[in-house]
């Protein structure tokens, strides 16, 4: 029976045997008078003490509802997904799936209900966030070219083809296609042209998808097209080289050629100018862009006549010189160079195999030293693995990076000047490691992919 029901039959019970309560009989004789008024005095005060216990119960009855609520409130509530500083160090293997191919790469983006993992064979595949041991996808696409790495936003997945040839195409996949089956088609396709760089993943800016490829930068609006229907581009910029590297702002998008850094008004048209460049120099094989407030931040991977060793620049998001924007500081590094901004904060990794400083966090815009560089807040040694593949990964506060061998390490934002993982992990498989976090897990994508999660999700 029910907490309500037992209450009310309890009370239903008191108030029935406060009423027939006896009393000491007085001196008066039975059928008198005083008798009678003795007898009305008694219910009466058998009346109020019934209904005391009664309010008295109820009241109970509503604090037991109360209680009960917000243990159902409680139990209704989701667990705090969210691997935190605090909580990072206890991460275990959680599930995988391995290809078994020593040449394959899967590249990882985590979306809200699952990871979405594209590889090199030319497969899209979707796994879910809670699952165990050995897991299979909930759909796959497979069309038998490269993808690069993939983009998730508003229930939408975005990978472009990372092809040399022509008619390569961005796809977009609704995130929930296995509604529809274990195998998907997109929801639509744009044409890119000569497709794009393997680790470039397309940018969502505003209510554009904007794809950096061989021969510019193709926007599309979200949403522009229905199944089979291939999508013309919204605005088409051509750029002088391939772009390597992407960036942007409510203002501006920024782009990183083999040769120079350009910036474009996000409102310009299809025949636009840059707002302003600056030169590179001899062309540059890695690049990366990073916006954090008006700093923009440029890594290179090799040096050049024009920039001598110097492999970080930050340079000004806006530029009183259209054909020559002067850098305002520059870092030295000895390996390519990854930027990863975050509001004010951006973590550089320095891939250099002999630096004694893989990892460093700057607080922009930063007060510039005599050298002509900026100080680090914090640094970190080389983690473990032969050096790092990739730009850091920084969600909830902890920064992720990946190595070139199966290892993944983990820091705090907010670390101490020399700072040291607070978990490391060799369990990523074997090769290059790309890192993404997301619903509860932290994903390496090399040969396979590899879900780490905290022990209360059945890790």
Request: hydrophobic share 40%; net charge negative.
């Amino acid at each position: 029976m029910r907490l309500e029901e037992r209450a009310r039959h309890a009370a239903g019970a008191i108030r029935h045997g406060v009423e027939l309560m006896p009393v000491r009989a007085a001196a008066a004789a039975p059928g008198t008078y005083e008798g009678f008024l003795r007898f009305v005095e008694r219910r009466r005060r058998n009346q109020r003490i019934a209904t005391i216990v009664t309010a008295l119960l109820l009241a109970l009855l509503a604090v037991g509802g109360a209680i009960r609520m917000l243990h159902h409130a409680s139990e209704e509530r989701p667990a705090d997904e969210r691997i935190t500083p605090q909580r990072v160090s206890d991460l275990r293997p959680s599930w995988s799936a391995p290809s078994g191919a020593s040449t394959d790469q899967y590249s990882p983006t985590a979306g809200e209900d699952a990871v979405f993992v594209s590889t090199n064979r030319g497969q899209l595949l979707a796994y879910p966030h809670a699952c165990e041991g050995s897991c299979e996808p909930m759909w796959r696409f497979e069309n038998g070219r490269a993808l690069a790495h993939p983009a998730v936003s508003d229930g939408i997945v975005y990978v472009a083809e990372a092809s040399g040839a022509s008619g390569a195409r961005l796809l977009a996949f609704e995130t929930d296609c296995a509604a529809v089956g274990p195998s998907c088609r997109p929801a639509w396709t744009g044409r890119i042209g000569h497709g794009v760089r393997w680790d470039q993943p397309p940018l969502v800016a505003g209510d554009l998808i904007v794809v950096p490829a061989v021969d510019g930068l193709y926007a599309f609006p979200i949403g522009c097209g229905r199944v089979n229907e291939t999508c013309r581009p919204a605005r088409m910029i051509h750029t002088p080289g391939p772009v390597l590297a992407l960036a942007s702002d409510q203002a501006s998008f920024y782009v990183a050629t083999d040769r120079e850094v350009l910036a474009y008004a996000a409102s310009c048209a299809s025949d636009c100018e840059p707002t302003w460049r600056w030169p590179i120099g001899r062309p540059q094989i890695i690049a990366s862009l990073g916006v954090a407030g008006d700093t923009l931040l440029f890594g290179t991977g090799y040096p050049s006549p024009t920039l001598g060793d110097n492999h970080l620049w930050a340079l000004p998001t806006v530029c009183a010189d259209h054909e020559g924007c002067a850098p305002l500081w520059s870092l030295d590094t000895e390996g390519n160079t990854f930027v990863t901004t975050v509001g004010d904060r951006a973590y550089v990794v320095d891939q250099g195999a002999n630096t004694d400083r893989t990892i460093l966090a700057y607080d922009l815009p930063c007060s510039v030293t005599t050298q002509g560089g900026c100080d680090p807040v914090w640094e970190a040694p080389r983690p473990a693995g032969w050096e790092v593949y990739d730009p850091a990964v920084v969600v909830d506060g902890v920064v992720y990076v990946g190595s070139t061998d199966g290892y993944v390490s983990a820091y705090p934002s907010d670390c101490d000047p020399v700072c040291r993982p607070l978990w490391e992990t060799s369990a990523a498989g074997y090769g290059p490691v790309q890192v993404a976090g997301g619903g509860g897990k932290v994903y390496a994508g090399g040969e396979g992919i590899y879900a780490f999660g905290l022990p209360e999700d059945g890790a």
